[in-house]
């Protein structure tokens, strides 16, 4: 199974509302990453969970909040986001095998498609 | 910034015939990826090239990569009209704990008329 499964597919939300999103990997992958990709541009990196830890947080503002619950999961808590905010959200996973580098393929979900109003 | 830039940003091709598209980076690598994203989806795997490997092959795809001049190429060879997608290179480097992020090339969008 190489499936990194998202959801809800498409989400419209209004910027005073809370939504999350969420991203399941069953591969035994231990590092899981949030990318966030305008239209016609290339994925942005948002978050890197190593080990359920935060490893990294690419400066993105607070109303974005990441959580991983456990090694399979991975949520993004949206609050009180704004119209620019709007865009696909990817989620990604990989292997996270010190110093084997060439293991680093990542797998990603269909994403999010996230509008809001 | 490692990000690479992705030469031409839109081809379109007739089915059959071979498509080539370029990226460059900044700064030293270790591995260079392929991947594939249909629109509006997730991004898929195609090839992964290491720094000390000058070509790769798989399926219909061949990837070179030339330290050197810090660039990479991706030949589609008969392509058909499934291939039309947007082609993104991408860099990685260490995040921590194992993990290693990923940079991504502004891309290539690839349209195969049949």
């Known amino acids: 199974d190489t499936e990194v499964t998202q959801t809800p597919k498409h989400l419209v939300m209004g910027m005073t509302n809370k939504k999350s999103l969420k991203c399941e990997q069953h591969?035994?992958?231990?590092?899981m990453y949030w990318y966030k990709q305008k239209a016609k541009k290339p994925p942005e990196l948002m978050f890197v969970y190593s080990y359920e830890k935060l490893s990294i947080n690419e400066s993105v503002p607070s109303r974005f909040s990441p959580e991983c619950p456990n090694s399979s999961l991975l949520n993004l808590h949206l609050h009180a986001l704004q119209p620019e905010d709007s865009a696909l959200y990817l989620c990604?996973?990989?292997?996270?095998?010190?110093?084997?580098?060439?293991?680093?393929?990542?797998?990603f979900g269909a994403g999010t498609r996230l509008s809001v109003l | 910034s490692q990000q690479g830039e992705e030469d031409p940003q839109a081809l379109s091709i007739q089915e059959g015939e071979n498509a080539t598209m370029n990226c460059s980076y900044k700064?030293?690598?270790?591995?260079l990826q392929w991947y594939r994203q249909n629109s509006g989806r997730g991004l898929v795997h195609l090839i992964l090239?290491?720094?000390?490997?000058r070509e790769k092959h798989s399926g219909r795809l061949r990837v070179t990569l030339d330290t050197s001049k810090k660039s990479s190429s991706l030949l589609i060879t008969a392509s058909r009209a499934a291939d039309t997608a947007s082609y993104f290179c991408a860099t990685d480097y260490h995040s921590g704990a194992g993990s290693y992020q990923l940079t991504f090339g502004k891309g290539t969008k690839l349209s195969v008329i049949p």
């Open positions: 700064t030293s690598i270790n591995n």
């Open positions: 090239i290491r720094s000390n490997e």
């Open positions: 591969m035994g992958h231990r590092a």
């Open positions: 990604a996973s990989s292997q996270a095998i010190p110093g084997q580098r060439a293991k680093n393929i990542q797998y």
